[in-house]
């Protein structure tokens, strides 16, 4: 019976890392500037902790091994711990963790959560049960502002804009589709309407939430055309699995005739 369980925590040792080493399900290609770092920084983690977890298992494995049928059997089965070398193992756990946490804190406060490069393309992200919309400020820079009170998704008013009144918000572009170009740094401004939702594009390593109430900011630079599916990654009610829209990365010049389209569209 100890063997079986010490021939079976072997297996899980090298099935796992022979998955993390293989990894045959993974991201698909980045296409941002800033994935490369994220991506760095998932390959470290998953290096330390999966060398850790290794010697861990392995050694309990070898202990099951070696030691089974031992005439200290009670002895063992008795022990009391280790007073010194507990504390210094939780310490050590601890350092670590704390060390990853920074590294990743670093990269992220570096490349997504940091404010608005010069030139950003700024772009709200609405969150609702269950889609997302997204607002361009239009030729005047300047979002106008929205009035719950007038939110109606049967008249097409997503956002309660009131163009009548609201100077600022008369050129605002909504779309279902976020479209960004090429090679411009955009910065997106969540917001929700009803329940917390996240944001989150696989190729761009970008995931955050959408929460009533707050207003939360990222960054990218997407450097490659295409159609890219944007998702919600927070379980916010029976149609959650459906909320989903495409990220369009097109050349400046489309980037421009869409913007024309879509004013005329409004
Ligand atoms: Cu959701």
Redesign the pocket.
């Known amino acids: 019976m100890a063997r079986a369980l010490a021939i079976t925590l072997a297996l899980i040792v090298v099935v796992t890392c022979g998955l993390f080493v293989v990894h045959p399900w993974w991201f698909p290609d980045p296409i941002s500037t800033a994935a490369s770092a994220i991506d760095r920084q998932f390959a470290m983690t998953f290096a330390v902790c999966g060398v850790l977890f290794a010697l861990a298992q392995g050694t309990m494995a070898w202990f099951v091994w070696r030691y089974q049928g031992s005439r200290r059997r009670a002895e063992i089965r008795d022990g009391r711990g280790n007073g010194r070398m507990e504390p210094a193992w939780a310490a050590m756990v601890l350092l670590l963790f704390v060390s990853l946490g920074a590294a990743g804190y670093r990269v992220w406060a570096r490349d997504v959560s940091q404010g608005p490069a010069p030139g950003a393309l700024r772009v709200e992200v609405w969150?609702e049960?269950?889609a997302w919309y997204f607002r361009y400020p239009g030729p005047d820079g300047h979002f106008g502002p929205t009035h719950p009170d007038q939110m109606n998704d049967g008249t097409g008013n997503y956002l309660g804009l009131d163009r009548d009144h609201d100077a600022a918000a008369r050129d605002d572009i909504v779309a279902a589709t976020l479209t960004v170009p090429a090679g411009q740094p955009v910065e997106l401004v969540l917001r929700s309407k009803d329940v917390i939702?996240?944001f989150f594009v696989r190729e761009l390593r970008i995931k955050q939430d959408a929460t009533p109430g707050s207003i939360s900011s990222i960054r990218f630079t997407a450097e490659r055309t295409g159609r890219y599916e944007i998702?919600?990654?927070?379980?916010?009610?029976l149609?959650?699995?459906k909320?989903h829209a495409d990220l369009d990365v097109v050349t400046a010049e489309e980037f421009q005739a869409w913007l024309v389209k879509q004013a005329q569209s409004q």
């Open positions: 969150g049960q269950f939702h996240s998702v919600c990654s927070e379980l916010c009610g149609g959650h699995y909320m």
